[in-house]
């Protein structure tokens, strides 16, 4: 079967015939939809293994929450969170990505066998974040992001939501290009739920073909996020928990697969690992 959609590549990473699928492990206490689980290193690492077992592609390492409201953790403890856990997933030939704003974080990261840098903050955090993964020379994705946390909510204002992160993301693209890193290294996200409310994630998976022209793969993260609860929602109901968020997720999977996307990051693997193969099944029966 030939690929009917072409999704990009990044240099330096294995490729796919279809889009990737990045399962998600947070090592921390109280990360927006699965903090807590896999706070110790020896459970973080089972679970990364799992994760593959059932279907990931690679997995992304995190040591800092970035739930809305979420305050920052301590670069020592985030390093003591993160490197033991990509060292035993990397070690276990996982292919494994660093998610950290913090340029030390990913550097140590990718000593202990980390292939790319997933940075929220699109190198914004941390002036450092762009030499760094410049010298390291990995692939490196750079999210749409307006600013910390504490901040997001505030920060959610548009008059075109698909224009300006588009915009906003281009110009990221400039700047990480003109401080080094190699554009055939840089995927592209659009952040979803980062500044961003219900009606501005569901407008940017609406027009993720609009996205892949900035010419770069692009990784959507969908798993679980607020808007899912927003689109499930019973009238006059609160939104389900993030755990009951997984099948929505999976559809938003497909639908992003078949929009060509590069790679969908997420908790729960086994039902997305599926929609991106029924997308790949489809595409090659287009
Ligand atoms: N979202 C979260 C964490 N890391 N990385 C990328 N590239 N894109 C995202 O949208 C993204 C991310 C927050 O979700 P979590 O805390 O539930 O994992």
């Not at 889009?19 to 492990?25: E, F, I, Q």
């Not at 799992?50 to 403890?77: F, K, N, Q, W």
């Not at 994705?141 to 909510?153: C, T």
């Not at 959610?156 to 290294?185: C, F, H, K, M, S």
Request: one cysteine or more; a negative charge.
């Amino acid at each position: 079967m030939s690929t009917t959609i072409d999704r990009g590549t990044a240099r330096g990473l294995p490729e796919w015939d279809r889009c990737a699928v990045m399962g998600v492990v947070n090592v921390t206490p109280d990360s927006f939809s699965d903090g807590g689980r896999w706070f110790d290193t020896t459970a973080a690492v089972k679970h990364g293994l799992d994760l593959v077992a059932e279907g990931a592609d690679l997995v992304d390492v995190g040591g800092e929450s970035t739930r809305p409201g979420a305050t920052r953790v301590d670069e020592e403890e985030e390093l003591r969170r993160v490197v033991p856990v990509v060292r035993g997933l990397a070690a276990e030939g996982v292919t494994v990505s660093v998610d950290t704003m913090r340029a030390r974080v990913a550097a140590r990261a990718v000593e202990a066998g980390a292939v790319l840098v997933n940075d929220v903050s699109g190198g914004l955090a941390d002036p450092a974040m762009v030499p760094a993964v410049a010298a390291a020379e990995v692939p490196f994705v750079v999210m749409h992001w307006r600013g910390f946390s504490q901040d997001m909510n505030s920060l959610a204002v548009y008059d075109d939501v698909v224009t300006e992160v588009l915009a906003e993301l281009r110009t990221r693209l400039d700047a990480v290009v003109a401080g080094g890193i190699d554009p055939e290294r840089i995927v592209v996200d659009p952040g979803l739920g980062f500044a961003k409310l219900a009606p501005h994630d569901l407008a940017l998976v609406a027009h993720l073909p609009e996205l892949r022209a900035l010419g770069r793969p692009l990784l959507v993260a969908a798993s679980r996020k607020r808007f899912l609860g927003h689109v499930l929602a019973r009238e006059g109901a609160s939104p389900p928990p993030a755990r009951e968020r997984d099948a929505a997720t999976a559809a938003v999977s497909a639908l992003a697969a078949h929009a060509g996307a590069w790679a969908v990051r997420v908790h729960e693997v086994r039902a997305t690992a599926d929609a991106v193969r029924v997308a790949r099944a489809v595409e090659g029966a287009a």
